[in-house]
């Protein structure tokens, strides 16, 4: 029941996986990471055919980083979510969710009720464990029903906070993984010149491995061995995804309002 559901902005859709985990079966729909044809701009989905949509579209235009972008005189990527929008009130769901970062607009589509909840990654519990992932990631997942229905997280959460911390996994490869075209001569020590930019220099923050990044987003480090993405697309990919434990509380939250609906 309410099963079926369109992933749009899939990317690597780490969301849709989460949901696929979950006993969903996700239709993805287009990405340019697929070329210039698929732009959600030419998408109209049939109407009536899909229980649930997801969506995490582009957060760059309301990133904290967007005056560092503007700064160089350079335009951030626009805003989608009025697509998203469109895409919602012509494929008429039962539901949707959007996930966004927190200073983003709220989707607002007629004949339906938005409810918002904000979830930091770190917060989640993990196989019955009490203690959430480390990668501190806080987005707002907006759930849209035709009756206003809450997401109720709490049994999802972590009754201790997880001691340890890492910051949010991001897209851009010079942030993250400069180091990554080198790990071998890391591990073997031939490069010495390696060895000292591998340490951060005071007030800095190491950077990460793209085997490390797929790790916080609950991602086996291999899973894009033999891909034929760039370093880069690859960091670009993980950073722009729900990480996998959130993607599944959020997916349990929803089926969990559904079934009280109709109980």
């Given at each position: ?41 030419t998408f109209h989905p049939p109407a009536g055919r899909f229980d ?107 009754l201790l906070e997880n001691p340890a911390h890492e910051r949010a ?11 990554a075209k080198s790990q071998q001569e890391l591990r073997d020590g ?74």
């Amino acid at each position: 029941m309410h099963n079926l559901v369109l992933s749009c902005f899939p990317g690597m859709d780490l969301l849709g996986l989460a949901f696929q985990a979950e006993g969903f079966c996700v239709v993805r729909g287009p990405d340019p990471i697929f070329g210039s044809l698929h732009d959600i701009r030419t998408f109209h989905p049939p109407a009536g055919r899909f229980d649930g949509l997801i969506s995490g579209p582009p957060c760059q235009a309301f990133s904290r980083l967007a005056h560092i972008v503007r700064a160089k005189g350079q335009t951030p990527k626009p805003n989608l979510i009025p697509e998203f929008e469109r895409v919602v009130a012509e494929a008429r769901p039962t539901w949707f969710i959007m996930e966004n970062v927190a200073a983003a607009p709220e989707p607002a589509v007629p004949g339906y009720i938005t409810r918002s909840v904000l979830l930091n990654n770190r917060a989640v519990a993990v196989d019955g464990s009490l203690y959430g992932p480390e990668q501190n990631r806080e987005r707002r997942f907006s759930f849209g029903t035709p009756d206003g229905l809450v997401l109720d997280l709490s049994p999802e959460l972590a009754l201790l906070e997880n001691p340890a911390h890492e910051r949010a996994v991001v897209a851009t490869s010079s942030k993250e993984g400069a180091l990554a075209k080198s790990q071998q001569e890391l591990r073997d020590g031939s490069s010495r010149r390696l060895l000292r930019s591998a340490s951060a220099l005071p007030g800095q923050t190491p950077r990460r491995a793209i085997e490390r990044c797929l790790e916080l987003q609950g991602l086996p480090p291999d899973c894009l061995d033999g891909t034929p993405f760039t370093v880069a697309g690859k960091y670009l990919m993980v950073g722009n995804g729900v990480p996998i434990p959130t993607g599944r509380a959020i997916a349990r939250a929803v089926r969990r309002a559904l079934q009280e609906q109709t109980a």
